[in-house]
């Protein structure tokens, strides 16, 4: 279990604090979301015992920075956005030396890491000779190093494909359960069938967390789906529309409203990106109408 009581962060030369009074982040897939500078990377940097608070605790099972910090960070794993690896080591000798830094590889793990992370062609090549998705996924590999406890990845699926986006999203999932795992990210729908909770952002300040169920119930408005004739979407308002397929002579559309908008509407289930956008508006007072 990882907590965070009273935790106050100051970024260097500028004007933005991060602080989180009391939050305890349970094991499973957390997505970490919000907009461009709420501060989702600057927590994971704290997290990650990259940088260090300038008041508050932060505890990994117990165990605290001023006293186990060799020992926790032994326990972490962790992707920065724009990670830069040795560009002159070779995919097996960067795997080994991050396990170095950890107490060592453990019988058998250097080759699951390069079957899983599909590395195997790549095992002796420099780092400066590989494509920039091969590069993420070694960057993701030495994340799984000595079977942490606690994952914390910044944006992950950058740089990568869309069959190796899928193939990291289930590997995550298969490898979370006795883990707390935090994912930043703007692609919500690409976890939404993985995650078990939803850390919100804003400001520097935690506005939300709790499950995906939590997430996406007790809205104040819901998600419907019909079809309307070419150009009958412009009845409805701009803050109403999520999604616009065009058919042959009539549109697909998925809106919002508090109630049925029509004949030929019905309800839909609603995804994670539909309830971001929702509470989005819905703080900053924007109407849908």
Same mark, same amino acid.
């Given at each position: 279990?990882?907590?965070?009581?009273?935790?106050?962060?100051?970024?260097?030369?500028?004007?933005?604090? @991060?602080? +989180?009074?009391?939050?305890?982040?349970?094991?499973?897939?957390?997505?970490? $979301?919000?907009?461009?500078?709420?501060?989702?990377?600057?927590?994971?940097?704290?997290?990650?015992?990259?940088?260090?608070?300038?008041?508050?605790?932060?505890?990994?099972?117990?165990?605290? $920075?001023?006293?186990? @910090?060799?020992?926790?960070?032994?326990?972490?794993?962790?992707?920065?956005?724009?990670?830069?690896?040795?560009?002159?080591?070779?995919? !097996?000798?960067?795997?080994?030396?991050?396990?170095?830094?950890?107490?060592?590889?453990?019988?058998?793990?250097?080759?699951?890491?390069?079957?899983?992370?599909?590395?195997?062609?790549?095992?002796?090549?420099?780092?400066? !000779?590989?494509?920039?998705?091969?590069?993420?996924?070694?960057?993701?590999?030495?994340?799984?190093?000595?079977?942490?406890? /606690?994952?914390?990845?910044?944006?992950?699926?950058?740089?990568?494909?869309?069959?190796?986006? @899928?193939?990291?999203?289930? /590997?995550?999932?298969?490898?979370?359960?006795?883990?707390?795992?935090?994912?930043?990210?703007?692609?919500?729908?690409?976890?939404?069938?993985?995650?078990?909770?939803?850390?919100? /952002?804003?400001?520097?300040?935690?506005?939300?967390?709790?499950?995906?169920?939590?997430?996406?119930?007790?809205?104040? +408005?819901?998600?419907?789906?019909?079809? $309307? $004739?070419?150009?009958?979407?412009?009845?409805?308002?701009?803050?109403?529309?999520?999604?616009?397929?065009?058919?042959?002579?009539?549109?697909?559309?998925?809106?919002?409203?508090?109630?049925?908008?029509?004949?030929? /509407?019905?309800?839909?289930?609603? !995804?994670?990106?539909?309830?971001?956008?929702?509470?989005?508006?819905?703080? !900053?007072?924007?109407?849908?109408?």
């Amino acid at each position: 279990m990882l907590e965070m009581h009273q935790v106050v962060y100051r970024r260097q030369a500028s004007s933005f604090e @991060l602080s +989180v009074q009391r939050l305890t982040l349970k094991p499973g897939i957390t997505l970490l $979301v919000g907009p461009n500078g709420a501060g989702k990377s600057s927590l994971l940097q704290l997290l990650a015992t990259a940088c260090f608070p300038d008041s508050g605790i932060i505890r990994y099972d117990g165990l605290g $920075v001023e006293r186990d @910090l060799a020992a926790i960070r032994a326990r972490i794993g962790f992707v920065p956005s724009g990670v830069e690896l040795y560009e002159q080591m070779t995919v !097996t000798k960067l795997l080994r030396y991050f396990a170095e830094l950890k107490g060592g590889l453990a019988a058998g793990e250097l080759e699951w890491l390069i079957e899983s992370f599909h590395l195997g062609e790549y095992r002796s090549r420099k780092i400066k !000779t590989l494509a920039q998705g091969v590069r993420q996924r070694v960057a993701l590999a030495q994340a799984w190093i000595a079977s942490p406890s /606690f994952i914390f990845l910044d944006e992950p699926l950058n740089a990568l494909d869309t069959l190796e986006r @899928l193939h990291f999203t289930r /590997f995550v999932a298969a490898h979370s359960r006795s883990r707390t795992v935090v994912v930043s990210t703007h692609e919500m729908n690409e976890w939404e069938a993985w995650a078990d909770h939803v850390l919100w /952002f804003e400001d520097g300040i935690p506005y939300f967390y709790g499950t995906v169920e939590e997430w996406t119930a007790g809205l104040p +408005v819901s998600v419907w789906t019909g079809s $309307v $004739v070419k150009g009958g979407h412009r009845r409805f308002a701009p803050g109403q529309l999520l999604h616009i397929l065009p058919e042959d002579d009539r549109d697909e559309l998925r809106v919002l409203d508090e109630q049925c908008p029509g004949s030929g /509407f019905e309800p839909a289930l609603m !995804t994670l990106e539909d309830a971001y956008f929702i509470r989005c508006r819905s703080r !900053t007072g924007l109407a849908y109408r």
